[in-house]
């Protein structure tokens, strides 16, 4: 072994690395929603946007395949009649002898079998064919043109107002007043008053 000269330091040890010896790895990140987004756009192949063609050529003006050529278009389109609405459609008539009876201000009375509009010169919505037609002369137009509509559902009349402009009131047997929304419909009981305007109808009791 070598002896230590006085006066000087002894050099410090040589640390050899072991051959073939790795890397510490590296710390991992966890992915975030932002990286993982990022990482498939930088992924997906460049969008081509498309021209628009000629009609029916169905290529664009640089002979290029059209938008359309990449979707189905299906059967031809056929014009569907809407839907029949469910005040409109046909309904059983109600037998003559529970059938409701409207007694009119002017003394006239209405056996209801069916489907009916009301008002100073009523209109049937589209695709309707009322069996009652009511038109009241009401010279100070207190009445709209198509005041209400009624009909007749499991043998109980039923009326609504269409959005006229004084409304439609009930005033009912204990002395009570509905007032109609717009739209919706209310059965009326015999022995009821149905007021629209200045005018009114009775429902005759049974």
Not at 55 to 79: I, K, M, V, W, Y
Not at 96 to 123: C, F, H, K, M, S
Not at 139 to 168: C, M, Q
Request: glycine content about 10%; hydrophobic content about 30%; aromatic content about 6%.
């Amino acid at each position: 072994a070598a002896r230590p000269v006085p006066g000087v330091l002894p050099a410090p040890p040589v640390r050899r690395s072991l051959i073939g010896a790795r890397p510490a790895p590296a710390p991992v990140t966890p992915p975030t929603r932002s990286s993982i987004r990022q990482a498939r756009l930088a992924a997906s192949p460049p969008v081509r946007p498309f021209e628009v063609g000629e009609a029916g050529t169905g290529q664009t003006a640089s002979g290029e395949e059209s938008l359309a050529d990449h979707f189905d278009s299906g059967p031809p389109t056929q014009n569907v009649p809407p839907p029949q609405p469910r005040e409109l459609a046909d309904e059983p008539p109600p037998s003559p002898a529970n059938a409701p009876v409207l007694v009119l201000d002017n003394g006239n009375e209405i056996q209801v079998t069916g489907y009916g509009i009301l008002g100073r010169d009523p209109q049937p919505r589209d695709g309707a064919t009322p069996r009652h037609v009511i038109a009241l002369d009401d010279p100070d137009k207190s009445v709209s043109k198509t005041h209400l509509e009624f009909g007749v559902d499991s043998g109980r009349l039923w009326i609504a107002d269409l959005y006229s402009t004084n409304g439609t009131r009930v005033f009912t047997r204990f002395g009570g007043v509905n007032e109609l929304s717009p739209g919706g419909r209310t059965t009326v009981e015999g022995g009821e008053t149905v007021q629209f305007g200045d005018r009114y109808f009775a429902v005759k009791e049974i």
